[in-house]
């Protein structure tokens, strides 16, 4: 999986725009490029918890990896 992706707002203005609450504040790191080989971990608001804001590692780990 290859993708590169932009996230440049700040915490407060994600928490603003979305009504949601930003969890795990000290691994959230706005950045101009994010890269999938990096992990990233990405904010994502789900719909069991529309009200928070999660941060997930996308990608995919084949199980022949050492992960």
Partial sequence: ????????????????????????LDDF???NVFKAFDFPKTPVITNEDPE???????GLIPNWADA
């Fill in 52 to 58: 928070l804001i999660r941060l997930f590692q996308w």
């Fill in 29 to 31: 790191i706005p950045n």
């Fill in 1 to 24: 999986m290859c993708y590169q992706t932009k996230l440049t707002k700040k915490r407060e203005k994600l928490e603003e725009h979305f009504h949601a609450k930003l969890l795990e």
